[in-house]
């Protein structure tokens, strides 16, 4: 051919690509015409040949290339095996003697990949076998930038048979696929492995250094490793059933374990495998590039199970070779920031996929490496805190303390006197890391106070690392415990110190940076010493105290009377007091030093974030420690069951000593969010405290708390619900408050706010109420403000701001109240709701509002309150005059949709059913299926269900070509049922549809669509009835997999 077609494109590339100014609208769309001409050519491949060897414009090269592929799989049947042979030599002979540009480059290897993934169809991978041959001595033997392209194209081919988001659309069914991979795995996979492993030996063996061409060469290689050790291995059963229709097509961070089959056993096992694979990392882990792939490989490496190593004996002998390799390649280095990662992943995985007792019987390097690492990472971690936002160090020290977790908790790894050094050479480590010089490391901040740093809880951002060096130091109670009791007390005196001077006047009373110093000290001892203590868990959750405490102060057998005494600060003498004792009186002591501070008017000197920290560690340590359940521990320590056992002199002084905190910081504290936040916490912990015998309702300071609130205490809301719950948790909450509300004559504005806010705080009794007692105890404790609500609805129907809290109040409590034994205590709930619904509806139409708009809002939350309420009574049964005497009320409310607007909330659902959004999707179909349920009830052919039922088609066809998102599934499937549900004739109809639609392109999958939908409606009834939507979900998942893999192309 002459070169006017290639001068033609060129041009039209040159408009394409010259910026705006330089050429008109008409001219650029006149390119974009050439290129879609151009883009629909037919048999163009000696035209692209053309064009590939005499065309200098990359996007002319960009654009061959792209019909090529395009071409090769459109008219891949029309094409003889010699043209498709002729291509492929062609392309690979191109790439070989030209320097292609890499966009061109990856494109052209793609294409040839595809054609030896169709080939394999009719070939049986004979000319994929020849190829990967080929290569092989091309790398074997050829010019490194032939080599490199080698490389390439393994991995071309590799990404194309992995059935990834990498692999082209190549124009197969998933069935299809699935074979290829299979046949892929089962006869080249091991070979590319075993031959790469032998190129990368070579060149470590020759000792130069990876630089420049050897470094992009050992790069490939290393990737091909990668991908052959992150492969996700096909299910010897897929083929005959497809498990979940198809694969997950995502790419993870974290790569699958490596599990081999069988045929891999001679290769895996060798221990020279290993050992080359740590020489590797070695010869690499100078060049960052090339480290992490390494990296990747032995972290696969270390993931090794499924049958290849299903023998005991074979998984521990793979294991001491993998960790012997590990072991004397850690001699030899001194890990680097970027490695961290990869060995703390290494460790973790190790740890996961073998047994405890396995590892326990590795050499002890081992678990000293795991030591020094794991220290090395605490310091870097701190560091990186104050310096910048990286997280690597911080990254690798949770996935090193995820791997001491496992190791402290197994009963059958390491002795506890294995592991006793070095969870006290971490947990010192950590410490030390925490606190300001001269005891600690920990770098000096800015200016910026403690008191300050309130914008992240730092209890629940370090909650993590903490509650593991909090397991890791129970390993070692006796020098932990020692060690923390030793630090709090310095800084307790310390403490005292400073307030005392500044409350007589010789401090200035704006402290200092000390002052900043010691509140940071004393911040991360209590956490510390929190999660040593105890476990933090979910409020109202039994938590046991660690049995590890327990046994620790069993062997202390120290004197119960001295122990005793020292708790409640009657002496100083330590002598014979018990460890845990002398650190919970400590901590009791800082606990009143600064109650003190805040009632002597130093609270804004305090620390609200130390604060907080405090109500925190007593939060957890009572909800462990206070009245345990004897029933619960096989063993208890006398010690602990005397100072805080149930009915013991200690439990009273402990109550009384936290409610006074709690209601000090809540007067203090107020505005201080963290700080008053977890004193109200730490009252409802105590409160919950195995609520018989609970001293903390008769405690004095605890009345004294409900007297400050009753008188008008202007805590926030939320604070307040939260106190009241504990209130209510506690003790029968008096309703003198809310009856001198009432009762009040003046009806002004701030009255109505408070009752509002009363009402409020009575949901939060409510929530307190339903977590103790009997259900008629609860109902006792409620009764009387409930009663009252009618009246409130009647006297303030104007005011919607006391309206809604009313109702919600009634709606929040009908959840239980309808449950109670005693047939008198329901029937005089139902006569509450029926009074509230007489007075509603009588004043409905009366409400003030300021514009229509905020009527409409103001109505529809009283309705949703309302059907609560009703939705309640339903559920409790034999109530059906209550229930329809508040749905007499509620229609009215409701007004029909008309059908326009009703149309434009199915074309809603129609974009919405298209959307990416899984959470979109699945909420557009539980929709769908609500309407449905509806618009059945209207009657056949009504203008509603013809609407909705436009939906169907749409639907179906969404979810057979796989373009819902997958998690949407199982809801789009309800959906299907319910549209069926309102025309039972629908589904058939469709399935014809869809099947005469399929039959002019491919009659042969005719017969098995009809097979296909005769699965799916199979047995089903569409009535709506319960056994029949499980029957149709479960025909439904068949229907799918059946589908999807003889229509889903890729």
């Not at 091909?224 to 096909?234: A, N, P």
């Not at 806010?757 to 307190?768: M, Q």
């Not at 103790?772 to 109902?779: A, I, K, P, S, W």
Request: with cysteine.
């Amino acid at each position: 051919m002459d070169n006017s077609a290639i001068q033609t494109l060129e041009a039209a590339a040159q408009m394409l690509m010259a910026p705006p100014q330089m050429v008109t609208s008409e001219q650029r769309h006149q390119a974009e015409s050439v290129f879609l001409e151009f883009r629909s050519t037919k048999n163009p491949y000696q035209l692209c040949r053309e064009i590939l060897e005499k065309s200098t414009s990359d996007y002319v090269l960009f654009e061959a290339a792209g019909l090529l592929k395009a071409a090769l799989i459109r008219e891949w049947t029309l094409l003889t095996e010699n043209d498709v042979s002729s291509l492929r030599e062609y392309l690979l002979s191109y790439l070989l003697r030209k320097e292609a540009p890499p966009f061109l480059r990856e494109k052209l290897l793609q294409t040839i990949a595809i054609i030896i993934k169709r080939g394999s169809i009719d070939d049986g991978g004979r000319e994929r076998k020849n190829l990967i041959i080929e290569l092989e001595k091309i790398i074997l033997s050829s010019p490194i930038s032939h080599q490199k392209l080698a490389c390439s194209l393994i991995l071309a081919i590799m990404q194309e048979f992995a059935i990834t988001v990498k692999s082209a659309d190549v124009g197969l069914i998933w069935e299809v696929h699935f074979r290829l991979k299979k046949s892929f795995e089962a006869l080249d996979l091991k070979r590319i492995f075993r031959f790469t492993v032998g190129v990368l030996e070579q060149i470590v063996r020759s000792g130069l250094r990876p630089e420049g061409e050897q470094a992009l060469l050992t790069k490939q290689l290393l990737t091909i490793v990668e991908t052959v050790l992150c492969w996700s291995h096909v299910s010897p059963l897929l083929s005959k059933r497809l498990i979940g229709a198809f694969e997950a097509i995502y790419e993870s961070d974290t790569a699958p374990a490596l599990r081999l089959s069988l045929s891999w056993r001679d290769t895996i096992m060798q221990p020279e495998l290993l050992a080359l694979f740590f020489e590797i990392h070695m010869y690499v882990r100078s060049n960052p590039d090339l480290a992490s792939p390494s990296l990747t490989c032995l972290v696969q490496l270390a993931s090794l199970s499924g049958v290849v190593v299903s023998a005991s004996n074979l998984k521990q002998q793979y294991l001491e070779n993998y960790v012997n390799s590990f072991l004397n390649m850690m001699a030899y280095i001194q890990p680097v920031e970027r490695e961290m990662l990869g060995i703390s992943d290494i460790y973790r995985r190790l740890i996961q996929f073998f047994s405890p007792a396995m590892i326990a019987a590795t050499p002890p390097a081992f678990l000293q490496n795991l030591t020094t690492l794991t220290c090395h990472c605490i310091r870097g971690s701190v560091i990186e805190e104050g310096v910048n936002d990286d997280t690597v160090w911080r990254e690798s020290l949770n996935k090193f303390l995820h791997s001491w977790s496992s190791l402290v908790h197994e009963s059958d790894g390491y002795s506890n006197e294995t592991l006793m050094n070095p969870c006290i050479e971490v947990f010192n480590t950590y410490l030390q890391s925490r606190l300001a010089p001269p005891d600690g490391t920990r770098p000096a901040d800015t200016e910026e106070d403690i008191k300050d740093e309130l914008e992240e809880d730092e209890r629940k951002l370090h909650s993590n690392v903490l509650m593991t060096i909090g397991a890791i130091a129970r390993k070692a109670p006796a020098h932990c415990c020692h060690v923390l009791f030793t630090l709090l007390q310095d800084r307790s005196k310390r403490l005292e110190g400073q307030l005392q001077l500044m409350h007589m006047g010789k401090l200035p009373i704006s402290g200092g940076g000390h002052l900043v110093t010691l509140f940071e000290d004393l911040h991360w001892i209590l956490m510390i010493t929190g999660h040593f203590l105890a476990v933090d868990c979910t409020e109202g959750e039994t938590v046991m105290i660690p049995s590890e405490i327990i046994h620790f102060s069993l062997r202390e057998n120290a004197n119960i009377d001295a122990s005793l005494r020292y708790l409640v600060g009657e002496t100083t003498d330590t002598e014979n007091v018990d460890s845990i004792l002398k650190l919970i009186g400590e901590i009791m002591r800082i606990n009143a030093w600064e109650c003190a501070a805040l009632e002597a008017g130093l609270g804004s000197v305090f620390s609200p974030e130390l604060s907080a920290t405090i109500s925190w560690l007593l939060k957890i340590w009572a909800n462990s420690y206070l009245m345990p359940q004897s029933s619960v521990y096989s063993e208890m320590s006398p010690i602990l069951a005397c100072a805080f056992g149930r009915g013991s002199r200690g439990v009273s002084w402990t109550v009384s000593r936290l409610a006074g905190r709690a209601a000090a910081c809540l007067r203090h504290h107020a505005a201080q969010p963290a700080a008053a936040a977890h004193a109200t916490q730490l009252l409802t912990t105590l409160a919950h405290s195995q609520h018989k015998q609970n001293p903390l309702a008769t405690c004095e300071e605890f009345l004294a708390l409900l007297q400050w609130e009753a008188a008008g205490c202007n805590l926030p809301g939320e604070l307040r619900k939260e106190l009241h719950r504990a209130f209510a948790i506690a003790a029968t909450y008096a309703e003198e408050k809310l009856m001198n509300l009432i009762n009040m004559e003046s009806d002004t504005e701030p009255v109505r706010n408070m009752l509002a806010d009363t009402l409020d705080c009575f949901i939060g009794v409510t929530d307190g109420v339903l977590e103790v007692g009997t259900m008629d105890e609860q109902f006792m404790m409620l009764i009387g403000a409930l009663d009252k609500i009618p009246g409130i609805i009647f006297r303030y129907h104007n005011y919607p701001g006391v309206v809604l809290p009313a109702l919600n109040l009634l709606a929040k409590s009908a959840k239980r109240m309808l449950h109670s034994v005693q047939p008198q205590n329901v029937n005089k709930f139902l006569e509450i709701c029926n009074t509230t619904f007489e007075v509603y509806m009588r004043w409905n139409s009366g409400k003030i509002s300021s514009i229509p708009q905020d009527a409409e809002e103001e109505a529809y939350e009283d309705i949703c309150a309302l059907m609560e309420v009703i939705c309640s009574v339903a559920r409790s049964g034999g109530a059906g005059d209550t229930c329809a005497r508040g749905l007499r009320i509620l229609l009215p409310l409701l007004t029909n949709l008309p059908i326009d607007d009703f149309n434009m909330v199915v074309t809603a659902l129609r974009v919405g059913l298209t959307a990416v959004s899984c959470d979109v999707s699945t909420l557009c179909c539980d929709t769908i299926v609500g309407l449905s349920n509806k618009v059945r009830t209207l009657g056949d052919d009504n203008p509603y269900a013809m609407s909705l039922l436009t939906l169907a088609e749409l639907l179906l066809m969404l979810i057979i070509k796989v373009e819902i998102p997958p998690d949407s599934i199982p809801a789009a499937g309800a959906a299907i049922y319910s549209l069926t549900c309102v025309k039972p004739a629908l589904l058939e109809g469709l399935a014809r549809q869809l099947i005469e639609a399929y039959a002019v392109n491919d009659p042969t999958n005719v017969p098995r669509l009809e097979e296909a939908f005769g699965v799916l409606t199979n047995g089903v009834l569409f009535d709506g009835l319960r056994t029949h939507k499980l029957r149709f979900q479960d025909n439904f998942d068949k229907f799918l997999a059946s589908v999807h893999g003889f229509l889903i192309v890729k």
